[in-house]
């Protein structure tokens, strides 16, 4: 048996493993999937995974959308102006925003098409790269 860690580019909560059996027969009913068709088999369940995986994180992102312009309008900077008046801060947050309802859209058409037995595997993993580009990147607040 050979063993290798997988690099997870997204969330890491679990690790992944690439496990190899040498020298192992089975027979047909102790099959798990169907016969040269495992990785096809897999890649639907990983594609059901980004989709719940990127619902919960477009969440957490609206949320912390609003409790930034919530932060942003609360906070006074020079006399009474609040700093979501500038646009240094209001493009960053609608950028933010942008991102998360494209997520968002781009996973229900995933999940759309998962409903209906069409493939969503593009749509699932596109949706699931937002938040793997803004944690690798995140956004740059100019100073006022």
Known sequence: MTHATIDKAGTRTLASSSIHFDDVSERADELVSTLHRGWHELLDVLNTERMVTTAALAGTGELAIRLAVNYANE?????????????????????????????????????????????????????SSWPRRRWRAPPSIPSP
């Open 75 to 127: 906070r006074k900077v020079f006399g009474d102006k609040p700093v979501s008046s500038y646009q240094g801060l209001q493009l960053p947050l609608a950028q933010c925003h942008v991102e998360v309802e494209a997520a968002r859209l781009l996973n229900h058409k995933a999940a759309t098409n998962c409903d209906m037995g069409l493939p969503y595997g593009s749509e699932a993993n596109a949706a």
